[in-house]
C-alpha cells in the first residue's frame, strides 16, 4: 500500500494552515461533529492504499483501546495495524461510493489482508454493517501522534526493545551512546516532548524478545514494544 509522495506533501503543507488543529497533534476525544467538519476532498488527500475493511462492535464496547482508550463503538474511530495513533483517515467504500472520516485508537485487524477495523457507527455511515466487509481506499486527513511514513502506513508491523525514555534529549543520546546498536526518537505526548531510546528493528515480536533476553544478560533492561506505537 504505498503512500503517494506528492500528495502527501501537499496535504502536510494544507495542515499546517488549519486552526483547528493543535500544535501536538493529539485528539482525545471522537465525536460525529469533529469528524465531518474534516470535509476535504479526495484531491487534497495522500492515498495510503486499499484493501478489505471491516468493522467490530458490542463484544469490544467499553473495554480498552491499544492507546489506553475506552472504545466506544457510537465513536467515528477505527483500528490499524501500523498507522499512528489519532492519525486521521478517510474510508471510501469502493463497493458503493460512500465514504467516512474516522480516527485511529486501535490496532488490528489481524485477519487475512484486512487493512482496517471500523467501529460499528463508521460501518454504518459506508452501510457495510450487513456484509461485514468491504472492498476500501484510505485516505490521510490528517497526522496523529507521529508524521505518516510508507512503512507505517504500510500495515506490515515491525518492533523494537525500548530501553530508556528521557526528559532531555542530551540525557536519551548518552544512554544510546552507552549501548551501541541504539538509536533516539522524538515522541510528542499530549503535548509533551519526550526522547526514546530504541535498540534495533525486528519483523516479529518473538525477535525482539531474542534481543531484549541477550540485553539482560548484559544488565540492560528495556522492553518489547511496537514500532508504530
Given at each position: 500500500?504505498?503512500?503517494?509522495?506528492?500528495?502527501l506533501f501537499r496535504l502536510i503543507i494544507y495542515v499546517s494552515?488549519?486552526?483547528?488543529?493543535?500544535?501536538?497533534?493529539?485528539?482525545?476525544?471522537?465525536?460525529?461533529?469533529?469528524?465531518?467538519?474534516?470535509?476535504?476532498?479526495?484531491?487534497?488527500?495522500?492515498?495510503?492504499?486499499?484493501?478489505?475493511?471491516?468493522?467490530?462492535?458490542?463484544?469490544?464496547?467499553?473495554?480498552?483501546?491499544?492507546?489506553?482508550?475506552?472504545?466506544?463503538?457510537?465513536?467515528?474511530?477505527?483500528?490499524?495495524?501500523?498507522?499512528?495513533?489519532?492519525?486521521?483517515?478517510?474510508?471510501?467504500?469502493?463497493?458503493?461510493?460512500?465514504?467516512?472520516?474516522?480516527?485511529?485508537?486501535?490496532?488490528?485487524?489481524?485477519?487475512?489482508?484486512?487493512?482496517?477495523?471500523?467501529?460499528?457507527?463508521?460501518?454504518?455511515?459506508?452501510?457495510?454493517?450487513?456484509?461485514?466487509?468491504?472492498?476500501?481506499?484510505?485516505?490521510?486527513?490528517?497526522?496523529?501522534?507521529?508524521?505518516?511514513?510508507?512503512?507505517?502506513?504500510?500495515?506490515?508491523?515491525?518492533?523494537?526493545?525500548?530501553?530508556?525514555?528521557?526528559?532531555?534529549?542530551?540525557?536519551?543520546?548518552?544512554?544510546?551512546?552507552?549501548?551501541?546498536?541504539?538509536?533516539?526518537?522524538?515522541?510528542?505526548?499530549?503535548?509533551?516532548?519526550?526522547?526514546?531510546?530504541?535498540?534495533?528493528?525486528?519483523?516479529?515480536?518473538?525477535?525482539?524478545?531474542?534481543?531484549?533476553?541477550?540485553?539482560?544478560?548484559?544488565?540492560?533492561?528495556?522492553?518489547?514494544?511496537?514500532?508504530?506505537?
Amino acid at each position: 500500500m504505498p503512500v503517494n509522495v506528492k500528495r502527501l506533501f501537499r496535504l502536510i503543507i494544507y495542515v499546517s494552515l488549519l486552526g483547528f488543529f493543535t500544535s501536538c497533534g493529539i485528539v482525545r476525544e471522537t465525536t460525529v461533529r469533529d469528524m465531518e467538519r474534516l470535509d476535504l476532498s479526495d484531491e487534497d488527500l495522500a492515498v495510503l492504499g486499499d484493501g478489505i475493511a471491516s468493522w467490530y462492535g458490542p463484544g469490544f464496547h467499553g473495554k480498552a483501546t491499544a492507546n489506553g482508550e475506552t472504545y466506544n463503538m457510537n465513536d467515528l474511530t477505527a483500528a490499524h495495524r501500523t498507522l499512528p495513533f489519532n492519525t486521521v483517515v478517510r474510508v471510501n467504500n469502493l463497493d458503493n461510493g460512500r465514504s467516512v472520516t474516522v480516527r485511529i485508537n486501535d490496532r488490528g485487524p489481524y485477519v487475512d489482508n484486512r487493512i482496517i477495523d471500523l467501529s460499528r457507527r463508521a460501518a454504518q455511515d459506508i452501510e457495510m454493517i450487513g456484509p461485514g466487509i468491504a472492498n476500501v481506499q484510505l485516505f490521510l486527513v490528517r497526522e496523529g501522534d507521529r508524521p505518516v511514513t510508507p512503512q507505517n502506513a504500510s500495515s506490515r508491523e515491525t518492533f523494537t526493545v525500548q530501553i530508556g525514555s528521557f526528559e532531555r534529549e542530551s540525557d536519551a543520546r548518552a544512554k544510546a551512546a552507552s549501548v551501541r546498536g541504539s538509536r533516539v526518537e522524538q515522541v510528542n505526548l499530549q503535548g509533551r516532548t519526550v526522547f526514546r531510546v530504541y535498540y534495533g528493528t525486528y519483523a516479529t515480536a518473538e525477535e525482539a524478545r531474542v534481543a531484549q533476553r541477550q540485553l539482560q544478560t548484559r544488565g540492560i533492561s528495556g522492553f518489547v514494544k511496537q514500532a508504530e506505537n
